[in-house]
Every structure is written in C-alpha cells, then in structure tokens.
C-alpha cells in the first residue's frame, strides 16, 4: 500500500470546512486528566505482527442484530452494527472478531476531539486482513460522535474496507460521505472518552491503548 492509513484522515481534515482552526488541524481537544488516565490500566505495547484472514462467504442472518463487544485496558465498549447501511463490511468484521483477528491488537491513532483508531495488528496504520469489501456510504452520511466508520486511503473508492476501523469521538467529525458506515456505539461511550483523552495529536496516544478481545454478540 503507497498511502499508510495512518493518514487516512489528515488530508481530508485539512480541507473540511469548519472541522478544525484555521491551520486544517481538527479544533484543540480537551488535554488528558488524570482521571481519564487513571481509567486505564497500563499495560505493553503488543509487538507488530501481519495478520491474513478469509474474507466471509456468506452474509450475516438479516434477521438477527450483531454488536461487538470490545474489551480494552481502558474499559468496554459495544458497537451495534448496521446491516442496512454496510452488508458487506459488518458481515467481514463479525468474521474477523470471531476469528480473534483484532485481538491484543492496539489502537495505533488517537486525534483528540476527532476519532480513535484500530483495527491494524501491523500498528503502522497500513495493515489490513489482506482483502476488501466496499459499502458506499449515503451522501447524507453524517459522522458525529460514536459513529463507527471503516478507514481507507485517499486512493481508494468510497466505501472500501479492510480491518481498520475509527470511532467518531467528537461531536462532529464534519467528513465527506467516503468512508463506509458499519454501526455505533451504544454502550460504553465513556470508554471512548478515556482513549481519546490520551491523544496528544494525530498519532499514537500518549500510553498504549489495547484491545484485549472483541466478542460477538446476537440478538
């Protein structure tokens, strides 16, 4: 890959109005406390590995709600996927949290009051499952906060997926329609809080933050 999804995001913020000061960097997030810190425990780094998987050969069962809880060292979260919006894509990331794929798998980029990001076992920002699905999102797409979005390259068609993923953390990332919408957080928000509270910019945050394991639950 040419492009490293570590930036997947920077050149669009640049141009998106009323995203962020007048520099095209997103507006100054709240700075850490320490008891957005204390919420997570400290823990190491998981050494980069590449990870392939199977793309899944079936869809999910239209009839049934899936939601992946996400256990991390700074507490849990869920995602509630959509189905409607991303068939495709939320079918991949139930095969691939089944398939323990994002497991001891860190969160290689946190931009304070913008998003947080995983889903790269590389910790580069340009990993991926080694396969693609492609959602289209609407042109009425809106990414405000604990909407759950798939990253892709500037390169890339709108919609196209790999492994990484980002949580909208502010209140309105104020991104184009690109980036396909697999679901949302609906339950553990103030998780979210704590890992975007470690940002310090647009990279890494400031202490590792680390997915334990994702479990897939059906309703």
Do not use: W
């Amino acid at each position: 890959m040419h492009v490293s999804r570590l930036f997947l995001l920077l050149a669009l913020v640049a141009g998106v109005a009323g995203c962020g000061s007048g520099d095209g960097k997103p507006a100054a997030a709240p700075a850490t406390t320490a008891s957005a810190t204390s919420a997570c425990q400290a823990v190491k780094a998981p050494a980069p590995e590449s990870r392939d998987a199977s793309a899944p050969s079936k869809p999910l069962d239209a009839t049934k709600t899936y939601t992946l809880v996400l256990e991390t060292n700074c507490g849990v979260f869920a995602i509630q996927l959509d189905q409607k919006q991303a068939p495709k894509t939320a079918a991949s990331l139930v095969s691939l949290a089944r398939d323990g794929f994002f497991d001891e798998v860190a969160f290689h980029r946190v931009v304070p009051g913008f998003v947080i990001q995983a889903g790269d076992p590389t910790g580069t920002g340009g990993g991926g499952p080694g396969y693609q699905t492609v959602d289209p999102p609407p042109k009425t797409a809106a990414y405000t906060r604990g909407v759950v979005a798939m990253a892709k390259t500037p390169a890339e068609p709108a919609g196209t997926s790999g492994s990484q993923f980002f949580v909208v953390s502010g209140a309105d990332a104020g991104l184009p329609p690109d980036y396909a919408i697999v679901g949302k957080v609906t339950d553990g928000l103030d998780t979210v809080a704590a890992i975007d509270a470690l940002g310090t910019g647009d990279g890494p945050p400031s202490q590792p933050v680390v997915i334990r394991k994702v479990t897939v639950q059906e309703s």
